[in-house]
């Protein structure tokens, strides 16, 4: 697995996530490092959550016939047109109400969750507290990239 982060005191927090290996970049141009530690193939699938400023390296990034699940806007929508999508790639947007339609799938799903959790295998990472009254600077600390793992609002 490789990650990617936008500072370099976040790459210990990507390899206790389970990083074989972490690149470095606040937007694009990260394609040929992918290509280069995947011997010139590229990612079978790319998880993009870092909205326009990554789309298109994301995209670069992949194999033939990789898939990009694109899942964030932090910073803003990518234009594109569908004749612009590289090397035959499959382009996603995974929503949780898709994977998740119903309240027995929730908790389905959450005690799935809940079990990784309690063997270990999933160990999530607060990277922050903000009062609730704080919510507009935590979003601004999101879209700054100086945060890192899950923010938690506390009433």
């Known amino acids: 697995m490789i990650g990617?982060?936008?500072?370099?005191?976040k790459i210990p927090v990507a390899k206790k996530a389970g990083a074989d290996h972490v690149l470095v970049s606040t937007g694009s141009g990260f394609?040929?490092?992918?290509?280069?530690?995947?011997?010139?193939?590229?990612?079978?699938?790319?998880?993009?959550?870092?909205?326009?400023?990554?789309?298109?390296?994301?995209?670069?990034s992949l194999r033939r016939h990789g898939v990009h699940a694109y899942y964030g806007v932090v910073n803003g929508n990518p234009v594109f047109r569908p004749a612009d999508l590289p090397s035959s790639i499959l382009l996603s947007y995974p929503s949780v109400v898709d994977h998740v339609p119903?309240?027995?799938?929730?908790?389905?799903?959450?005690?799935?969750?809940?079990e990784f959790i309690?063997?270990?295998?999933?160990?999530?990472?607060?990277g922050g507290r903000y009062a609730l009254a704080d919510a507009a600077r935590a979003?601004?600390?999101?879209?700054?990239?100086?945060?890192?793992?899950?923010?938690?609002?506390?009433?």
């Open 4 to 9: 990617l982060v936008s500072r370099e005191e």
């Open 31 to 60: 394609e040929r490092q992918v290509r280069e530690l995947t011997g010139g193939e590229g990612a079978q699938v790319v998880y993009d959550g870092g909205g326009s400023a990554t789309f298109h390296s994301s995209q670069l």
């Open 102 to 114: 119903t309240r027995e799938a929730l908790v389905r799903r959450t005690d799935e969750l809940f």
């Open 118 to 126: 309690r063997k270990g295998q999933v160990a999530p990472f607060i």
């Open 139 to 155: 979003h601004r600390d999101i879209e700054s990239r100086r945060t890192s793992g899950k923010l938690l609002l506390m009433p």
